[in-house]
C-alpha cells in the first residue's frame, strides 16, 4: 500500500528524537528530557448516605490542587558551554536570586520547525549531578539537571 508524503505527515507521529530545548532566550543542547507531565491531587469526600437508607458513607472523588511539575534535562559535558549556563543558574539559587525561567521544549518536524511545543513555567533548578565516573567504559559524561516549576502549557505549532 503506497502513501502519499501528505499522508505519512497527517497518519504518523512524529519521532521524539528531533527537539530542541530553550531556557529563558537561551537554546540549549539536550540528550534527554523528562518530566513534562501534569497532574492534579485527588480530593475524597465522605458523606453520609443514610436519607438514602445505604449503610456506610458515600464516596466522592474531585480534582484537588495541581502538583508541582519535576523536570529532568540531562546532556553531554561540553566544556565551553556546560559550566556557565547550568552551573550559573544553580549556583544563583543557592545564594537566594532565585531566578525562574520558563522553559519551552519544541518537537520538530524533520525540517526543524517547531510542530508542538511544552511551556513550562517559572522553573528554577533543585538539583545538578556532576556526569557518573567509571574507568572501565567509554561513555559520554552526561550531566544532569532537575528543575521544579509551577505549570505547564502544550501548543501547536
Known amino acids: 500500500m503506497a502513501l502519499t508524503k501528505d499522508q505519512i505527515k497527517t497518519d504518523y507521529p512524529l519521532p521524539v528524537y528531533n527537539y530542541r530545548v530553550d531556557i529563558g532566550s537561551d537554546t540549549i543542547a539536550f540528550s534527554e528530557v523528562s518530566g513534562l507531565e501534569m497532574s492534579v491531587d485527588a480530593i475524597t469526600y465522605k458523606e453520609s448516605q443514610v436519607a438514602s437508607g445505604i449503610a456506610g458513607p458515600n464516596m466522592i472523588y474531585m480534582p484537588g490542587n495541581p502538583k508541582p511539575l519535576t523536570i529532568t534535562l540531562k546532556k553531554g559535558y561540553v566544556v565551553a558551554k556546560s559550566v556557565p549556563v547550568l552551573y550559573n543558574w544553580i549556583q544563583s539559587t ?51 539537571m532537575e528543575l521544579m516549576a509551577s505549570r505547564m502549557e502544550m501548543n501547536e505549532g
Open 94 to 144: 543557592e545564594l537566594n536570586r532565585i531566578d525562574k525561567k520558563d522553559i519551552t521544549v519544541h518537537l520538530c518536524d524533520e525540517k526543524g520547525e517547531s510542530v508542538v511545543r511544552w511551556k513550562v513555567i517559572d522553573a528554577f533548578p533543585t538539583k545538578l549531578s556532576a556526569p557518573s565516573f567509571n574507568a572501565s567504559t567509554n561513555e559520554v559524561a552526561i550531566e544532569t
